[in-house]
């Protein structure tokens, strides 16, 4: 059975769905079967991934409103060599139409009950907000992967989060947990970041990954280009950089199972 993980920050520009699609295309790359849903409107996962958002698409609105079967969304060929539940504008008006709606808050756990045996992990990007959208993630996921800049606005944003994650995990989904917590844009040169850096170590110890995203041009440039930053320059820093968060993600994992 898959592993559901969300990639979540009530704060933007983190680098939220630039993990989202380059994770997804490193496990991918590692022979993992991978899904990634985007589940913001912006969209920013879909184009990432090779698949125009403002084509003839069905997305994850098709799924959770008009109840579509899953072969019907799902697209199988995109740039990181992963499986896409595409997101457009039209997924702004699911927040409003799953508002009205019966068993709203667990649509998208009762769609992914039926495919998750088909993947090893799957990934949600989620919008920059605390809406029904989120909540279905939240709702189905096992885990939560938290991308976030070291800088002290992002700590405020951090314990926001937490908060929200607790309350989730009382209301709808009492195994939800942090997965893992990921340093992205990360400047070593700057004092405030690594001050910051050694508070979430003090504070959530081993939820923060060894591996540290860094600034990276070429990662900024690959959406651009509809491609996970692997297949637009795998000699990238960034690219090397997701590498590695994937293999100690699995390493992770596999300590678990061993436990």
């Known amino acids: ?14 680098g939220k769905t630039t993990t989202a699609v380059n994770l997804a295309a490193s496990m991918a790359a590692t022979k993992r079967k991978v899904l990634l849903i985007d589940l913001d409107p912006q969209g920013n996962a879909t184009m990432g991934s090779g698949v125009d958002k403002y084509g003839d698409v069905a997305t994850v609105y098709d799924l959770l409103v008009d109840e579509k079967p899953f072969e019907e969304i799902v697209e199988k ?13 039209d997924v702004t008006a699911a927040e409003v139409k799953l508002m009205e709606l019966f068993a709203r808050e667990v649509r998208l756990k009762n769609a992914l009950a039926l495919v998750k045996d088909q993947y090893d992990f799957i990934f949600i990007d ?41 309350q989730l995990s009382k209301l709808v989904n009492p195994d939800l947990k942090i997965e893992g917590i ?16 050694e508070q979430l170590k003090q504070h959530f110890g081993e939820k923060v990954y060894r ?20 297949y637009y320059d795998r000699t990238s820093t960034g690219a090397k950089a997701y590498l590695a968060l994937a293999g100690e993600i699995l390493r992770r994992k596999e300590q678990v199972e061993v436990a």
């Open 77 to 89: 060929e995109t740039s990181g060599e992963y499986h896409l539940i595409p997101a457009n504008g």
């Open 211 to 230: 591996t540290v995203i860094p600034r990276n041009v070429r990662l900024a440039e690959a959406p651009s280009f509809g491609a996970p930053a692997m």
């Open 126 to 166: 989620c919008p920059p907000s605390l809406n029904m959208l989120t909540v279905n993630a939240m709702t189905a996921a096992d885990s939560v992967l938290v991308p976030m800049q070291c800088e002290y606005y992002a700590l405020e944003g951090l314990t926001a989060l937490m908060d929200t994650i607790t």
């Open 182 to 197: 990921l340093r992205t844009m990360y400047d070593p040169r700057n004092r405030l970041a690594n001050d910051v850096s």
């Open 1 to 14: 059975m898959a592993k559901v993980i969300v990639i979540a920050n009530q704060k933007g520009g983190v």
